[in-house]
C-alpha cells in the first residue's frame, strides 16, 4: 500500500534548540493516527513540516509521494486544522466557511451545514468575538468538511466541553466510514479518543519514541502490584517503564516480553495484575522518569 | 488556477478594506474640500491635497495585508506563489478602481470648472497636463507603487520578523544618509531638480515602473521562504 507520508532522517532546529531530532516514520492512506507527547515534545513543529508551513533543517520528507513544498498536488489534499489558527480579523464564521469551500475541492457544504447546526455556531458573528471552544468548533467543522485525504487536527478542542468534544469524535468516526481519509489526530486526552486511533505515534523531546499499532500497543504493558520483595523479585530481567512503592508494596508497569508467559509467573507469585491505560503508558513512557525511554518497536 | 481564485476570494471578503474605507476617505476629504471652497471666495483657485489621503491609504493597506491574511492562507494549504499572485490582483484591481474613480471625477471637476467653485481636488496643473490616457497611466502607476512597496514591507516583516523590520530600517536610515550626504556633498540637488522639472508627470511615472517590479520580485522571494 502506498505510504501517505514517509519522513526519513527528519530534523528541524532553531538556533540552539533542536525541535525534531533524527525523526523517521511512514503513515499509510485511510487510518486514524494518533499523535501523542508532552508539550514541547515537537508534534506542532512536525506538522507544520508536513504542511510545508515551515522548513525542515535537513531529512526527507515525502507526503503522497512528493515534497509538499510549493506542491498544488500535496497541499490541496491536505487540511491542517491547529489550536493557534489564525483567521483575518473582520471575519465571520460565515467568511470562514465560504473562503475554505473555495480551497478544498472535497468541501461538503451540506455536512458543513450540520455540523454547524450541531456545535450551535453563530454564523454571523466575527471570528475574533467567539469564545476559545466555539473558535476551536470552527476549525474541527472546517476540518471534518473538507474532506481532506489528509486531515491534521492539532489540539482542536482546545476550550470545548465534553459534549462537544463527544459530538467531535462521533462526528469524525461517522464520516470517517463513510469517506474513509488519514486523519492524525493530535491530543492530550489520549483515553478519551485511545478508542478511535488505530496507530500511536508518541514523540518525547523531539524524538519519535513508540509508533506501533494501537492494539499492540495496549497490550504492551501491564501493572503488577504486591508486596515489594516479591515484585523486585519478579521484575528482574524485563523491562520496567514505571514503579511506585507505596507503604511495603510495589506497583510496577511492565513491558510484556516476547514469549508472554510474564502474566503467568506473576499470578504465580501473588502479585495482582492489571492493564494499563493508553494514557498511563504514554504518561510514564515521556514522563521523563521512566527508566527505559525507548520501547522497542520490533 | 483554482487556489488563486480562492485567495481572491479571502481578499474579496474583506470589501471594507478594500473599497470601502477607502472610499469613504476619498470622499469624506472631498467633501470637506467643497463645503471650504464654497465658503471662502471663488476669486482665486483652491488647490488641495486630499487626493493623497487615498495613496496613503493603498500603502498602509499594503503594509497590512500579509499580517493580516497570509497565516490563514497558508493554514489553509494555499501556495505561497498563489497567495502572492491572488494578492498582486487584489491590490490590481482595488488600484484600478480607484484610478478609474479619480480619474472619472478630476474629467468631472474639468468640465465643471471645479465645481463651480474653482476647487482642484481631482484636477491639478502638470499632474493633469498629459492625455487622458496618460492621466489614466499616471494614477494606476502611482497606486501600484505605492500598493506594491507596502506590499514588499509587510512581506518583509513577515520573512524576518521584529528583529529582521528593526535592523532593515537601521540600514535603511544608513544607507538614506549616506546618499543624501553624498548629493549635498557633491553639489547634485540642482541638477535632480531640474532633471524632474524637465520631465512630465507620466515620464516620471514611467520611471516608477521598475522600482513597482522590484518590489514585486522581492516581496515574492520573501513570501516563498516566510513561515507561520
Given at each position: ?78 487540511c491542517f486544522i491547529?489550536?493557534s489558527q489564525k ?71 482546545l476550550g470545548l ?138 | ?228
Open positions: 500500500m502506498k505510504n501517505v507520508i514517509e519522513v526519513k532522517q527528519l530534523n528541524k532546529s532553531y538556533e540552539k534548540f533542536n525541535a525534531i531530532h533524527d525523526t523517521s516514520f511512514a503513515l499509510q492512506a485511510n487510518k486514524i493516527y494518533g499523535l501523542l507527547g508532552r508539550n514541547g515534545a515537537g508534534k506542532t513543529t512536525l506538522m507544520k513540516m508536513i504542511t510545508a508551513q515551515i522548513f525542515p533543517t535537513s531529512g526527507d520528507l515525502k507526503v503522497f509521494g512528493e515534497g509538499p513544498y510549493e506542491n498544488a498536488n500535496v497541499l490541496s489534499q491536505i491547529k489550536e483567521y483575518p480579523d473582520h471575519y465571520n464564521i460565515l467568511d470562514a466557511l465560504d473562503v475554505s469551500k473555495s480551497i478544498f475541492p472535497n468541501w461538503d457544504v451540506n455536512f458543513s451545514r450540520s455540523l454547524i447546526k450541531d456545535f450551535n455556531l453563530p454564523l454571523k458573528r466575527r471570528i475574533k468575538k467567539l469564545s476559545r471552544g466555539m473558535l476551536s468548533a470552527v476549525g474541527i467543522v472546517i476540518g471534518l468538511a473538507s474532506r481532506a485525504p489528509l486531515t491534521i487536527f492539532d489540539e482542536p478542542y466541553d465534553a459534549v462537544s468534544r463527544g459530538l467531535f469524535y462521533d462526528r469524525l468516526m461517522e464520516d470517517y466510514v463513510e469517506h474513509p481519509r488519514t486523519v492524525i489526530l493530535s491530543t492530550h486526552l489520549i483515553d478519551e479518543v485511545s478508542s478511535l486511533l488505530e496507530h500511536i505515534l508518541v514523540m518525547d523531546n523531539g524524538k519519535l519514541i513508540i509508533d506501533q499499532d494501537a492494539e499492540e500497543l495496549r497490550g504492551k504493558a501491564f501493572t503488577v502490584t504486591g508486596q515489594a520483595s516479591k515484585v523486585e523479585a519478579f521484575l528482574i530481567g524485563k523491562e520496567t517503564v514505571h514503579r511506585e512503592p507505596f507503604g511495603g508494596l510495589l506497583s510496577a508497569t511492565v513491558i510484556h516480553s516476547e514469549n508472554g508467559s510474564d502474566q503467568k509467573q506473576a499470578t504465580a507469585s501473588g502479585l495482582e495484575i492489571s492493564p494499563v491505560s493508553l494514557q498511563q503508558l504514554v504518561v510514564h513512557l515521556t514522563s521523563g522518569r521512566s527508566e527505559q525511554k525507548e520501547v522497542n518497536t520490533k | 488556477m483554482n487556489r488563486i481564485s480562492g485567495v481572491l476570494k479571502l481578499h474579496y471578503r474583506d470589501k471594507w478594506s478594500w473599497i470601502y474605507i477607502p472610499a469613504i476617505i476619498l470622499f469624506f476629504s472631498f467633501g470637506v474640500n467643497l463645503t471650504v471652497s464654497f465658503l471662502v471666495s471663488n476669486q482665486e483657485d483652491l488647490y488641495t491635497g486630499g487626493i493623497s489621503s487615498v495613496v496613503i491609504y493603498i500603502f498602509v493597506a499594503g503594509i497590512i495585508v500579509v499580517g493580516k491574511t497570509f497565516p490563514f492562507a497558508i493554514g489553509m494549504s494555499i501556495r505561497r506563489i498563489d497567495y502572492f499572485i491572488g494578492s498582486v490582483i487584489i491590490g490590481t484591481i482595488s488600484s484600478a478602481f480607484f484610478t478609474s474613480l479619480i480619474f472619472l471625477f478630476a474629467q468631472l471637476e474639468k468640465q465643471t470648472n471645479g465645481w463651480g467653485t474653482r476647487l482642484h481636488f481631482f484636477y491639478f496643473p502638470y499632474v493633469n497636463d498629459g492625455t487622458l490616457l496618460e492621466q489614466f497611466i499616471l494614477y494606476m502607476i502611482l497606486f501600484l507603487n505605492t500598493f506594491f512597496l507596502g506590499f514588499l514591507i509587510s512581506s518583509y516583516a513577515r520573512r524576518f520578523g521584529r528583529k529582521g523590520m528593526f535592523l532593515g530600517a537601521m540600514v535603511f536610515l544608513l544607507i538614506g544618509s549616506i546618499v543624501i550626504f553624498l548629493l549635498h556633498h557633491f553639489e547634485v540637488w540642482g541638477s535632480i531638480f531640474s532633471w524632474f522639472a524637465s520631465h512630465t508627470a507620466v515620464q516620471i511615472a514611467y520611471w516608477l515602473m521598475p522600482f513597482t517590479l522590484l518590489y514585486l520580485l522581492g516581496s515574492y522571494r520573501m513570501l516563498r521562504r516566510a513561515v507561520i
